[in-house]
């Protein structure tokens, strides 16, 4: 399975949206499958249910930033470069998915216990976040690869 897949069946199987996508890229930006879930665990429904930035969008800024930046503190260049790939990233997303909000995406509050439990009855979760992981996935791979 290659990590679009990966990302798809974590998510089908309990993981948030951003979970799946952190720990199904973990090996190409070398941290552990335990990390990466715990870096993903308050992503989900766009930053702790506040349905901002959708999460899997949001690791693959993640993931991106991992794989390109060097790591030194204060390297404008490096801080400079990483920006630009993450931004074209993130415009990708958004021109795919039609926005990068999750509030956008799901059309519901997710802070109403009410619409997030007809949303999870009606199947919302599974069309929407699984379309979301998969185009955030396959477009982080193209980016990964460049």
């Known amino acids: 399975m290659n990590e679009i897949e990966t990302s798809l069946q974590l998510f089908k199987n309990g993981s948030s949206c951003a979970q799946a996508i952190l720990e199904a890229y973990a090996k190409r930006v ?3 499958s ?3 879930v715990k870096i ?5 429904g766009g ?3 506040k349905q901002h930035i959708c999460g899997a969008v949001n690791a693959g800024a993640i993931i991106l930033g991992l794989k390109n930046s060097n790591g030194i503190s204060g390297d404008i260049e490096s801080k400079e470069r990483t920006s630009q790939i993450v931004s074209n990233y993130i415009s990708e997303c958004e021109k ?10 799901l059309k519901i509050d997710l802070s109403n216990p009410a619409e997030r439990i007809a949303a999870k009855e009606a199947g919302i979760f599974e069309i929407v976040c699984n379309n979301a992981v998969k185009q ?3 477009i982080l ?5 460049q």
Do not use: M, P, W
Request: glycine share 16%; net charge neutral.
């Open 136 to 138: 955030a996935a396959i």
């Open 40 to 44: 993903g665990s308050g992503l989900g």
């Open 47 to 49: 930053v702790g249910r």
């Open 34 to 36: 335990e990390l990466a």
């Open 30 to 32: 070398n941290i552990n």
């Open 141 to 145: 791979d193209k980016h990964l690869t």
């Open 96 to 105: 795919t998915l039609g926005s990068i909000q999750c509030k956008d995406l």
